[in-house]
């Protein structure tokens, strides 16, 4: 009864309303079943009966409009921590999926203070939960983004490749004893995915392919509504196809991967050769909206490199939507267009048009993305 209970509650979190219809015939439970579930449900104050402005789902027979579902905001809510490379960012959301806070830390290296970005998350996380109004008895779970590969099979992760300090600490531990929720972790690029999927501009599509550009590259793949992770947690990790096997030698040990020639690093110290050592991956962006050639340039090719790699993404997977995000992805048109340009380019013409789009979550992505892994994962014993 628990998983049928999950069954149910998920079609609510998906589309936000439903009829039990809804529920019967995307949960291939029978109308008896869904019937006594959402009965149970209402009683316990975890569903109610939609009274606002919203009309009426049509019967299917014709007769009276049936009546819409949707979960009780207050009876619960998630936790999303995001553990970027020089920020920590917190969001809480109430059990509709509605964001109630979103909060963001000053900028440090968290990559190389493992011990001081879980003291200021902790924290964020407490006052974050205060400001709320949201007990912590009434967590369902947490999520929590990094930027490193995430086992499939195992909360850990590679922390050692890319975050050196965190070698020994278990987040999903950590966060889960202060809690009392599981707690569950994910790649950042995999959540950012996640969330334009749940919260964004892929939210009325089941299958998308995600693109986060930023200091290195990353993707994710959703299919059929779900991340897809692959056998080890690695799908989707096209910053380290080799593009130019000749190329320059990147941090995973190959020569010429797409980030060595497209990734916001590579991009701002190419620029450094010109404007000097301190350009940022914002001022790359505000350089080329001011019109700088070289600007321009750099993030034209980086448009096409990736676009050429995407042609080979994209004939596998032939997703719906190509979502653009990360920390490049204000840089806007110019640089979607070199994508896209490139992509119709490279792709075989009998895999047909995809549609490339900018995301429209910005640098919230991945912290929503850790917020929309909890509220997928909400175990059986507090539904």
Same mark, same amino acid.
């Given at each position: 009864?628990?998983?049928?209970?999950?069954?149910?509650?998920?079609?609510?979190?998906?589309?936000?309303?439903?009829?039990?219809?809804?529920? &019967?015939?995307?949960?291939? #439970?029978?109308?008896?079943?869904?019937?006594?579930?959402?009965?149970?449900?209402?009683?316990?104050?975890?569903?109610?009966?939609?009274?606002?402005?919203?009309?009426?789902?049509?019967?299917?027979?014709?007769?009276?409009?049936?009546?819409?579902?949707?979960?009780?905001?207050?009876?619960?809510?998630? &936790?999303?921590?995001?553990?970027?490379?020089?920020?920590?960012?917190?969001?809480?959301?109430?059990?509709?999926?509605?964001?109630?806070?979103?909060?963001?830390?000053?900028?440090?290296?968290?990559?190389?203070?493992?011990?001081?970005?879980?003291?200021?998350?902790?924290?964020?996380?407490?006052?974050?939960?205060?400001?709320?109004?949201?007990?912590?008895?009434?967590?369902? @779970?947490?999520?929590?983004?990094?930027?490193?590969?995430?086992?499939?099979?195992?909360?850990?992760?590679?922390?050692?490749?890319?975050?050196?300090?965190?070698?020994?600490?278990? &987040?999903?531990?950590?966060?889960?004893?202060?809690?009392?929720?599981?707690?569950?972790?994910?790649?950042?690029?995999?959540?950012?995915?996640?969330?334009?999927?749940?919260?964004?501009?892929?939210?009325?599509?089941?299958?998308?392919? !995600?693109?986060?550009?930023?200091?290195?590259?990353?993707?994710?793949?959703?299919?059929?509504?779900?991340? !897809?992770?692959?056998?080890?947690?690695?799908?989707?990790?096209?910053?380290?196809?080799?593009?130019?096997?000749?190329?320059?030698?990147?941090?995973?040990?190959?020569?010429?991967?797409?980030?060595?020639?497209?990734?916001?690093?590579?991009?701002?110290?190419?620029?450094?050769?010109?404007?000097?050592?301190?350009?940022?991956? *914002?001022?790359?962006?505000?350089?080329?909206?001011?019109?700088?050639?070289?600007?321009?340039?750099?993030?034209?090719?980086?448009?096409?490199?990736?676009?050429?790699?995407?042609?080979?993404?994209? @004939?596998?997977?032939?997703?719906?939507?190509?979502?653009?995000?990360?920390?490049?992805?204000?840089?806007?048109?110019?640089? #979607? *267009?070199?994508?896209?340009?490139?992509?119709?380019?490279?792709?075989?013409?009998?895999?047909?048009?995809?549609?490339?789009?900018?995301?429209?979550?910005?640098?919230?992505?991945?912290?929503?993305?850790? &917020?929309?892994?909890?509220?997928?994962?909400?175990?059986?014993?507090?539904?």
């Amino acid at each position: 009864r628990a998983r049928n209970r999950a069954r149910a509650l998920a079609v609510l979190q998906r589309r936000g309303a439903a009829s039990q219809a809804d529920i &019967v015939r995307e949960t291939g #439970l029978s109308r008896t079943t869904v019937s006594s579930l959402v009965a149970e449900l209402l009683e316990e104050g975890i569903v109610v009966e939609r009274t606002d402005s919203a009309r009426p789902a049509p019967s299917p027979s014709g007769g009276r409009p049936a009546t819409l579902l949707s979960l009780e905001p207050s009876s619960g809510g998630f &936790v999303g921590v995001d553990f970027g490379r020089e920020i920590v960012r917190v969001a809480i959301s109430n059990r509709a999926g509605e964001v109630l806070v979103d909060h963001r830390s000053d900028r440090f290296e968290v990559a190389h203070q493992a011990q001081r970005a879980l003291a200021v998350a902790e924290a964020m996380v407490s006052r974050s939960l205060d400001e709320a109004q949201l007990q912590s008895d009434r967590v369902l @779970s947490a999520g929590v983004a990094v930027s490193a590969p995430v086992r499939a099979d195992s909360p850990e992760f590679a922390s050692g490749v890319i975050f050196p300090s965190w070698a020994e600490v278990n &987040v999903a531990e950590f966060f889960g004893e202060r809690l009392g929720v599981p707690v569950h972790v994910g790649n950042d690029a995999n959540l950012g995915a996640l969330a334009e999927a749940t919260f964004g501009v892929g939210r009325t599509h089941r299958n998308v392919f !995600y693109v986060m550009l930023s200091e290195g590259i990353g993707g994710g793949v959703v299919i059929d509504g779900r991340i !897809y992770l692959g056998q080890t947690g690695g799908a989707g990790e096209l910053g380290h196809i080799v593009v130019n096997p000749d190329g320059q030698v990147c941090r995973c040990g190959n020569r010429g991967c797409l980030a060595t020639i497209a990734g916001g690093a590579a991009l701002t110290a190419a620029l450094r050769q010109s404007r000097g050592p301190h350009v940022t991956v *914002d001022d790359l962006i505000a350089l080329s909206h001011d019109g700088d050639s070289g600007a321009a340039r750099l993030l034209a090719d980086a448009g096409e490199a990736v676009g050429r790699v995407l042609a080979g993404v994209c @004939s596998l997977l032939d997703p719906e939507l190509v979502i653009i995000g990360g920390e490049l992805a204000p840089a806007g048109q110019p640089l #979607l *267009d070199s994508i896209s340009s490139s992509l119709e380019r490279w792709i075989s013409p009998a895999s047909g048009h995809h549609r490339v789009v900018l995301g429209e979550l910005g640098g919230k992505a991945e912290v929503l993305g850790a &917020v929309a892994l909890a509220m997928s994962n909400v175990p059986d014993q507090t539904l």
